[in-house]
């Protein structure tokens, strides 16, 4: 294992946290941490004042830049998931890595030697304390900025990276405060710059198989999804002085909410065309179960006074929201990185004629169940299905079986295109690479991003939003409208092939 040693202004890893308030003017939504017992106020809680859009910044919903034949990419951040996202650029047609940043000893000597290594050319390295970044923007200039830092970095580093007239692209979620989610897309309308959150499950096979199914009209109109990010991590504890664990372990001791909510609900959104056209984010109410799970496992694990020892953990060990959309479907958002149980992001979209879920694979519907047969379009006439037994649909297609039937039939195109080369590429089914591909070629063609500036900003609401309600004993809280209306023009996501 690499080891590094942090330098120069960042200061210890302890106070990390506190390095970044230099960064993103951090803020809290409310006194952390205490959830009331009950709700101070079942009115919904109006967070969405919206100031007009000031002149001369644009709406960046289905927003072209102009193409750009070589794409020159500078990452931020050469953690666990920077140095993925570095080697994936490497082998991606129309771009190049022209410059890594990141403050600890040896990681972007390391990062430029291996890229120098594969391709022949070293990028430029920054390195020297927690503003490089600032640098290496004013200095080389890239085309698209890549952020892979702790999450309370996000926000200013995407507006750093606009204002520098580069496109960005942050991983989630895309900020932590609704202050600084409207700082990036303001930001994003007035430097006409796209700023994407990199939510990568929505290029799951099963999830872009989803998309493919429900854009089909196969389960009918849509009522209801449920989205979760339910992943045990709580080992990353071990990484104390760098790495994931070193400043994640924070969050969970100063907040209480969803502070993860993107990797399930994004692929959601996008089947139910949420601030696409069809239908919007209204509320969400949301209730934390208590917080034993951190502090247990610090007690077994750690000496007594241990840092972790000395933290009181606020965050409630299962974070449950429900979300209410402008078309009144609903949407279960639940989070978990504590508990031991089985990981699962639910991915469950539920319609009038049908439901398609995950973890395991099973759909069930009056159209693709077993025991119905599809009548295909003939002279003209519709297509549609035959229910051969009893109410074909209550029976349904599970785990082997429904990949069996599903993938030959249903996967996305871009999944055919790209799935193979993805898949050999990337431990996580090829989600990863599929969606860097798209990021290159959407700024190689100058086509509008998959995932738009508004999207990145109304999933990651989830977070600052799920925190309050549960300050405020579950009140619910109306969602601000990042697009300020124009929602209602915006293409839903094509199904790309
Ligand atoms: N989409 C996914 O599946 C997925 C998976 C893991 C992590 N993530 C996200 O990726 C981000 C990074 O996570 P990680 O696991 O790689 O964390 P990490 O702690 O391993 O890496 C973060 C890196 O950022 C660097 N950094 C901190 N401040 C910096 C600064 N001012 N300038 C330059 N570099 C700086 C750190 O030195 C560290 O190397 C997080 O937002 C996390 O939520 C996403």
Same mark, same amino acid.
């Given at each position: 294992?690499? =080891?590094?040693?942090?330098?120069?202004?960042?200061?210890?890893?302890?106070?990390?946290?506190?390095? +970044?308030?230099?960064?993103?003017?951090?803020?809290?939504?409310?006194?952390?941490?205490?959830?009331?017992?009950? /709700?101070?106020?079942?009115?919904?809680?109006?967070?969405?004042?919206?100031?007009?859009?000031?002149?001369? +910044?644009?709406?960046?919903?289905?927003?072209? /830049?102009?193409?750009?034949?070589?794409?020159?990419?500078?990452?931020?951040?050469?953690?666990?998931?920077?140095?993925? =996202?570095?080697?994936?650029?490497?082998? %991606? $047609?129309?771009?190049?890595?022209? /410059?890594?940043?990141?403050?600890?000893?040896?990681?972007?000597?390391?990062?430029?030697?291996?890229?120098?290594?594969?391709?022949?050319?070293?990028?430029?390295?920054?390195?020297?304390?927690?503003?490089?970044?600032?640098?290496?923007?004013?200095? *080389?200039?890239?085309?698209?900025? %890549?952020?892979?830092?702790?999450?309370?970095?996000?926000?200013?580093?995407?507006?750093?990276?606009?204002?520098?007239?580069?496109?960005?692209?942050?991983?989630?979620?895309?900020?932590?405060?609704?202050?600084?989610?409207?700082?990036?897309?303001?930001?994003?309308?007035?430097?006409?710059?796209?700023?994407?959150?990199?939510?990568?499950?929505?290029?799951?096979?099963?999830?872009?198989?989803?998309?493919?199914?429900?854009?089909?009209?196969?389960?009918?109109?849509?009522?209801?999804?449920?989205?979760?990010?339910?992943?045990?991590?709580?080992?990353?504890?071990?990484?104390?002085?760098?790495?994931?664990?070193?400043?994640?372990?924070?969050?969970?001791?100063?907040?209480?909410?969803?502070?993860?909510?993107?990797?399930?609900?994004?692929?959601?959104?996008?089947?139910?065309?949420?601030?696409?056209?069809?239908?919007?984010?209204?509320? %969400?109410?949301?209730?934390?179960?208590?917080?034993?799970?951190?502090?247990?496992?610090?007690?077994?694990?750690?000496?007594?006074?241990?840092?972790?020892?000395?933290?009181?953990?606020?965050?409630?060990?299962?974070?449950?929201?429900? %979300?209410?959309?402008?078309?009144?479907?609903?949407?279960?958002? =639940?989070?978990?990185?504590?508990? #031991?149980?089985?990981?699962?992001?639910?991915?469950?979209?539920?319609?009038?004629?049908?439901?398609?879920?995950?973890? #395991?694979?099973?759909?069930?519907?009056?159209?693709?169940? $077993?025991?119905?047969?599809?009548?295909?379009?003939?002279?003209?006439?519709?297509?549609?299905?035959?229910?051969?037994?009893?109410?074909?649909?209550?029976?349904?297609?599970?785990?082997?079986?429904?990949?069996?039937?599903?993938?030959?039939?249903?996967?996305? $195109?871009?999944?055919?295109?790209?799935?193979?080369?993805?898949?050999?590429?990337?431990?996580?089914?090829?989600?990863?690479?599929?969606?860097?591909?798209? *990021?290159?070629?959407?700024?190689?063609?100058?086509?509008?991003?998959?995932?738009?500036?508004?999207?990145?900003?109304?999933? +990651?609401? *989830?977070?600052?939003?799920?925190?309050?309600?549960?300050?405020?004993?579950?009140?619910?809280?109306?969602?601000?409208?990042?697009?300020?209306?124009?929602?209602?023009?915006?293409?839903?996501?094509? *199904?790309?092939?």
């Amino acid at each position: 294992m690499r =080891q590094y040693q942090l330098k120069g202004a960042m200061g210890t890893v302890t106070n990390r946290l506190a390095i +970044s308030d230099e960064l993103s003017r951090a803020q809290s939504s409310g006194p952390a941490g205490a959830e009331a017992t009950h /709700a101070k106020n079942v009115a919904p809680v109006d967070t969405s004042a919206v100031s007009p859009r000031p002149e001369g +910044s644009i709406y960046m919903g289905g927003f072209r /830049a102009s193409k750009i034949e070589n794409v020159r990419v500078a990452v931020i951040g050469l953690g666990e998931r920077g140095v993925l =996202q570095t080697l994936h650029f490497l082998s %991606i $047609p129309h771009c190049e890595v022209v /410059a890594v940043c990141d403050p600890y000893d040896g990681a972007a000597k390391a990062m430029a030697n291996q890229i120098e290594q594969c391709t022949g050319r070293r990028p430029a390295e920054y390195d020297k304390n927690s503003m490089a970044y600032k640098k290496m923007l004013t200095e *080389v200039k890239p085309d698209a900025v %890549i952020i892979n830092t702790p999450w309370e970095t996000h926000a200013q580093m995407a507006i750093d990276a606009m204002e520098s007239g580069a496109h960005a692209f942050v991983e989630v979620p895309l900020a932590i405060t609704l202050e600084d989610l409207w700082r990036v897309v303001d930001t994003s309308e007035r430097t006409q710059k796209h700023c994407m959150m990199l939510e990568n499950c929505n290029y799951g096979r099963n999830e872009l198989m989803f998309l493919n199914m429900v854009r089909q009209g196969l389960i009918g109109e849509l009522l209801h999804g449920e989205a979760a990010y339910i992943h045990e991590l709580r080992m990353q504890m071990f990484s104390e002085d760098r790495g994931c664990g070193s400043w994640r372990t924070n969050h969970y001791a100063s907040r209480n909410g969803n502070l993860y909510p993107t990797h399930g609900l994004g692929p959601v959104a996008q089947y139910m065309n949420l601030a696409r056209g069809e239908d919007s984010f209204d509320r %969400i109410v949301s209730f934390s179960s208590p917080a034993k799970g951190r502090a247990a496992y610090a007690k077994k694990n750690f000496a007594p006074d241990h840092k972790w020892n000395k933290l009181e953990f606020k965050c409630g060990d299962m974070s449950s929201s429900l %979300i209410k959309t402008k078309l009144g479907r609903t949407i279960l958002v =639940q989070w978990d990185e504590t508990s #031991p149980r089985p990981y699962d992001r639910k991915n469950l979209i539920q319609g009038t004629e049908g439901t398609l879920a995950d973890y #395991p694979l099973r759909v069930a519907g009056e159209r693709i169940s $077993p025991g119905v047969s599809e009548i295909p379009e003939k002279g003209g006439q519709p297509g549609g299905a035959e229910i051969s037994s009893e109410g074909g649909y209550h029976e349904w297609y599970e785990g082997d079986a429904a990949e069996k039937g599903l993938y030959s039939k249903y996967d996305h $195109p871009l999944y055919k295109r790209l799935g193979e080369k993805a898949r050999k590429k990337d431990n996580r089914g090829g989600m990863n690479y599929i969606m860097l591909c798209r *990021v290159i070629e959407c700024l190689h063609n100058g086509e509008p991003m998959d995932q738009n500036v508004y999207e990145g900003a109304f999933w +990651s609401a *989830v977070g600052p939003l799920s925190e309050k309600s549960v300050n405020e004993g579950g009140a619910p809280q109306i969602f601000p409208d990042f697009t300020r209306g124009d929602w209602k023009n915006t293409a839903p996501l094509p *199904v790309i092939r």
